[in-house]
């Protein structure tokens, strides 16, 4: 059983150590629980791009910045199917599916999104959405189209989270994950460094993380890609030491977890990609786009595996492929639950400026 009563003070200890011990300790971890040759690959699909009504600082696709995205409407289930028969040639072995909501809502979307869930599981992938914040019945639900794994940041720190986003509070995003582990539907949850925070956020993070029981089977790290048009657009991108420091304390505290190395690559040179696959990172986003912002060309990516030597992981090498239930079998039971996520609405001055920069834009 991994340790789960990391405290701040430790990680600190663990995140500052001399970087030649930090990486050789963080490698040695590794090797124990993981084979250090093989990646996991996801690609990710935007299924339903900007509009969103959240203000969180970083991202693109709140309505409220004037950023220059190409916003949709729910994709269409056949799209869906091309393009993870896509992602699945070029070797990715599973689907994450975004939507930029808040929240889950019952009624038609949802039912298209279990059917975009029957559809990517019935292609053997594992397939993985990030919708927002979920019920316990909608994680329900999702668990019984097939779905794998659910992904929900808690992105920083309890204190920090606050400073970037006013729309909704931390414990929404612990309700969330706990719904999920309701469930048999693996969880995703991570963060993003180089928003300002300080490292002890991030210790205190990892210490979330961390204390979850189970441990997420799967933890993304980002590096903030600053967006022009958001609160966040002038942030100075993170220094590669700070990614392979916190990819490396990630693997230390969470030995059994899938570390992704997820938004920022295309800020990083290979060498540094290489490092932050040394210290434990065993899991990459593959695509020439993630959710709105570029990534590393998928021929890029294959040139590196091939100069390291990693292979992708086969899909459900870590997990059984969950049983999808016919449409039929899992038709909506309201069960009258009246989900209260919080608003929680204190002000972020940088957040509010972005919001009047736009609407001044727009006129
Ligand atoms: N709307 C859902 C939510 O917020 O949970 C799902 C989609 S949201 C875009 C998923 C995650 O993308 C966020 O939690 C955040 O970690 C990451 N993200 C968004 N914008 C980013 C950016 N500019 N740089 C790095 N990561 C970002
Ligand atoms: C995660 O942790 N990172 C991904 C995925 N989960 C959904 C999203 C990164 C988004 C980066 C900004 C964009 O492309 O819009
Ligand atoms: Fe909306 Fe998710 Fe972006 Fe926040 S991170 S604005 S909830 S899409």
Excluded at 17 to 32: G, I, N, Q, T, W
Excluded at 281 to 293: Q, R, V
């Amino acid at each position: 059983m991994p340790k789960q009563n990391w405290t701040r003070a430790e990680i600190l200890d663990i995140y500052n150590k001399p970087l030649m011990d930090l990486m050789y300790e963080a490698a040695s971890v590794h090797r124990k629980h993981h084979d250090p040759n093989t990646v996991q690959v996801s690609t990710l699909l935007s299924i339903k791009t900007g509009g969103c009504p959240e203000d969180c600082g970083y991202c693109p696709q709140a309505a409220r910045y004037h950023t220059d995205i190409e916003g949709n409407d729910l994709m269409e289930v056949s799209h869906v199917k091309a393009q993870a028969l896509r992602a699945k040639a070029s070797g990715s072995s599973r689907l994450c599916m975004g939507a930029a909501w808040r929240n889950v809502k019952d009624g038609e979307d949802f039912e298209k999104v279990l059917d975009m869930v029957r559809t990517v599981n019935s292609l053997d992938m594992e397939v993985c959405c990030t919708l927002g914040m979920v019920t316990e019945n909608q994680a329900k639900r999702l668990a019984e189209a097939g779905l794998y794994a659910y992904n929900h940041n808690l992105d920083s720190s309890e204190e920090y989270y606050k400073e970037v986003i006013s729309t909704r509070g931390y414990q929404d995003r612990l309700d969330t994950i706990d719904n999920v582990r309701k469930t048999n539907v693996t969880v995703c949850s991570g963060g993003i460094i180089g928003m300002g925070e300080r490292i002890e956020d991030r210790a205190d993070m990892l210490v979330q993380l961390s204390n979850l029981n189970p441990q997420p089977e799967s933890t993304p790290i980002n590096a903030l890609v600053p967006v022009e048009g958001t609160p966040l657009e002038d942030q100075q991108t993170v220094e590669i030491w700070e990614m392979v420091r916190m990819i490396a304390t990630t693997r230390i505290v969470m030995p059994k977890t899938q570390v992704r190395l997820s938004a920022g690559r295309t800020q990083m040179s290979q060498e540094g990609q290489a490092m932050c696959f040394f210290v434990g990172a065993n899991s990459i986003f593959a695509g020439d786009k993630l959710l709105t912002t570029p990534n590393p060309d998928v021929n890029e990516d294959m040139a590196l595996f091939k100069a390291l030597g990693l292979k992708p992981q086969k899909a459900f090498e870590k997990g059984d492929k969950p049983v999808s239930k016919p449409k039929a079998q899992t038709e909506h039971q309201p069960l009258g639950e009246k989900p209260k996520w919080s608003r929680p609405g204190h002000k972020i001055e940088r957040n509010e400026a972005a919001k009047q920069k736009a609407k001044a834009a727009k006129l």
